[in-house]
């Protein structure tokens, strides 16, 4: 599956407070919280964010609390994926459990500018920076957890491997 | 090679039946507790239901806590607690924690003996960690993982790197656990321990009564931690024999335990630590800090909001004979209506309210910014609580001091931040 977007990068220890407010977790919908995505961080982002853009963290992306509205305010925004340096356990674990592609390449991180196009391919798992035609390898991804990304989330996992049809 | 903490306990709940894992193995484990609260449960039962199952695994395992904004604050969070109730009901689930008679779930579910010594234990909030001070492996998890673990009893777990914290030396007074796990944080960063679980060992823990020991596995998520552990002894059993509702095993780690560092703290020139905005890892001794106005402290949660952080706070009014100064909002929230109950009958609750707090029934409310006590824009707050990032109490630009229950108080008197000697 190969992705591309423009960049919108942030920092180090980006936290689940600033990806979506405490003030806004009653609600589990995708596009109200996505409209309140990065709100105290960047004010910008909600509003202009477009489709399949992509974004850029330093370390510990996602540390704090566990709330699965981060990436899901995040994947409702568009964001087709994020690569980090590396990223907070919980997050990590919500991102793949609901079908957010993250990938960790600190080389990538270092170099990608805001506004920079970048190419993802998610089976190869490389990044390419349109401006600069430099190309990345990102940590592969551990076997298991590749089972629930193929599968498309835990969730279908579950089904699969319970033996419980997908009901369309 | 001896086994840590994390790896006994893993390898004892491997389905696979192989109890001899090693850090970096990928198992798939029983578990015995799945937790979840207001704000996580309603997309655990979405997948839950999604993932097609009739119940629960268990119904005496899974345990659903509103905490985070109840009482209900609105509307809306009271059809998240609605969704989390009816769910409880239909499923028949053994354990209720209905407001006015629960509190927030990691000072319930230790207080009633559900989380005990050895359990392996998932929870839908990421201070779940907290119940590692029991000596059980115990992880914060989102909602779709919480939904997996409702369904199935399963869970899967990387096992763990660990590293070792040794902590030594007589404490100064008004040095408190609180001012250890700062401190460690500070040291080690809020990545320090990322995937980690982290082993807190050393004659100053084993000194630690019960409350204090679950404010220092509280933070062990601050620097990134997976799970942390404070080993079985007598005082944990002391605790637990009064509680438990079943039958428990403690694991012990072993002398050869490979552990990927050691950390070395002395206690004895340590004074109370204060972590500043916005990082709970920005930590510096209080004497180092400018002594700022504030005009809010909260103290409670899941961090400190227990009977002894009460009675650190109820000891300094005493003694003292002080009231908190009227130019400063004091919240005082207990972490359980338990804790509320004793609070009542020590007469605390009149003390702590004629010294001008507001006294309420349990909730996290402020610590997330929820309600009960939500800053404005260029406010500063001394709060008890475990993060002070940006927003995390209300306005992005309110400024968050983290630190003791008597830093707190003292704080609270003097209307800026203080140290309690100064009183």
Redesign the interface.
Known sequence: MKLEGKVWKYGD?I?T??II???Y????DPKTLAAHCME??DTAFAGEVEPGDIIVGG??FG???????A??SIKGAGVSCIIAE?F????F??AI??GLPILESPEAVEDAQKGDVLSVDLVTGTITNQRTGKTYQASPY?P?VLGIINAG???PY??RE?G?EI?R | MGKTLAEKIIGAHNVDGETGVSAGD?VTVSVDVVMAND??A??AI??FN????ENVFDRDRVMLVPS??APNK?I??AE?TRTLTRFAEAQVLENRFQVGRAGIEHVVLPERGLVLPGDLIV????H?CTYGALGAFST??????I??AM??GKT?L?VPETMKFVYQGERQQYVYSKDMILRTIGEIT??GA??RSMEFTGPSVAALNMSERFTMTNMV?EA?G?CGFIPFDDVTREYVEARATRPYTPFYADDDARYISVHEFDLSTMEPQVACPY?PDNVHPISQIRPEKVDQVFIGSCTNGRFEDMAIVADILQRTGREFSPDVRVMIIPGSQAVYLDMLRQGWAELFTMAGAAVSTSTCGPC???HMG?LAGDEVCVSTSN?N????MGH?DARVFLANPAVAAASAIMGRLAHPAEL
Not at chain 1, 88 to 91: K, L, V
Not at chain 2, 140 to 145: A, F, I, L, V
């Open positions: 220890n936290d407070d600033v407010p405490a003030r977790l009653v609600t589990t105290d961080l370390r510990n540390c704090g609390s566990s709330r699965e509205h990436p899901i590396s907070a356990r919980i997050f674990r919500n459990n609901i551990p298991f989330g835990l969730v579950t089904r319970l419980i009901k | 990928l704000v996580t309603p997309i979405d997948s999604a993932i097609g199952v985070h904004f609105d809306k969070s998240q929870g839908g909030d990421s779940t914060g998890m989102g909602s779709t993982d939904g997996f369904a199935t899967w990387k809020v990545d990322l995937y998520i990134g997976k990082s997330l910014g929820g939500v993060r990032f940006r927003g995390r992005r």
